[in-house]
């Protein structure tokens, strides 16, 4: 897939990072596949233990490329030094949605936590979308596998 043909919209939401380019979502690194996404809010909140909270990132994206599709995911570091994760696990951003990217915050420690305005609360990565075409069969040709499940190959 050729990167420059992939364009994606984005609309800044909030008065108060209107047309800041250090607002854009941004790649910590060249090695980096996610964008980090911001909290754009404007004192810090504190979000208790084992509870959930919506944060804004003051943007929306319009991807309109169908076979295109945005997941938010967590960030590592918070995840396991913190405990706060994703309370969905996995945000998926549909190629028609333009409404404001949302951040489901959970914090799973036992210590309350900090956001602060502008702290890089997630991250979001864009992958191809494979639209399949189901035909239905009586039954399926026989695999070496078959009906094997959870465990079938050991430990």
Request: aromatic share 10%; hydrophobic share 40%.
């Amino acid at each position: 897939m050729n990167t420059n043909q992939i364009q994606i919209q984005i609309k800044f939401l909030s008065s108060e990072i209107k047309n800041n380019d250090t607002f854009l979502p941004e790649y910590a690194t060249s090695g980096s596949s996610a964008l980090d996404l911001k909290a754009c809010i404007s004192k810090k909140i504190i979000l208790p233990s084992k509870e959930v909270i919506l944060i804004p990132t003051g943007i929306s994206i319009y991807i309109e490329n169908p076979y295109i599709t945005a997941l938010i995911l967590p960030r590592s570091g918070l995840g396991h030094k913190d405990g706060i994760v994703l309370g969905n696990l996995v945000g998926l951003i549909d190629s028609d949605y333009q409404g404001e990217l949302m951040v489901s915050l959970w914090n799973r420690s036992i210590k309350d936590f900090c956001i602060y305005p502008n702290n890089r609360i997630a991250q979001i990565v864009f992958v191809p979308i494979i639209r399949p075409i189901f035909t239905v069969v009586k039954k399926f040709k026989k695999t070496t596998r078959f009906k094997s499940g959870f465990g079938h190959s050991g430990i």
